[in-house]
């Protein structure tokens, strides 16, 4: 059973920037490509940025030119730097494997870390 386990969050004040890590157990990375996504409260989690096999990347609108995913595939890690954060970027984030084309994760879900944009 793969695990997918984020790490990275915290307080943090708008303009700042954050970098969220996802280790995945198990070798899925030579299979998936890899995303983001977060859930603010009351709303459905989203997908914010996707980074292919090849590391071709893809960002919602929300976050673009502002947020950027990566990739190591040989530590079976994914990264999300996030620069210039909003308090609408509040939320949990999560990393889950998906299809091309197709935003629905593949895996269980983790236990996701807390972004919180406060002043």
């Known amino acids: 059973q793969v695990q997918l386990v984020e790490s990275g969050g915290g307080l943090v004040q708008p303009g700042g920037s954050l970098r969220l890590s996802c280790a995945a157990s198990g070798s899925i990375f030579g299979i998936y490509a890899m995303g983001w996504y977060r859930q603010a409260p009351g709303n459905q989690r989203e997908l914010v940025a996707a980074v292919t096999r090849s590391g071709s990347t893809n960002y919602a609108d929300s976050v673009k030119g502002r947020f950027t995913i990566s990739r190591d595939n040989a530590k079976n890690t994914v990264y999300l730097q996030m620069n210039s954060l909003k308090p609408e970027d509040t939320a949990v984030y999560y990393c889950?494997?998906?299809?091309?084309?197709?935003?629905?994760?593949?895996?269980?879900w983790g236990q996701g870390t807390q972004v919180t944009v406060s002043s």
């Open positions: 889950n494997a998906l299809n091309l084309g197709d935003p629905n994760p593949r895996l269980p």
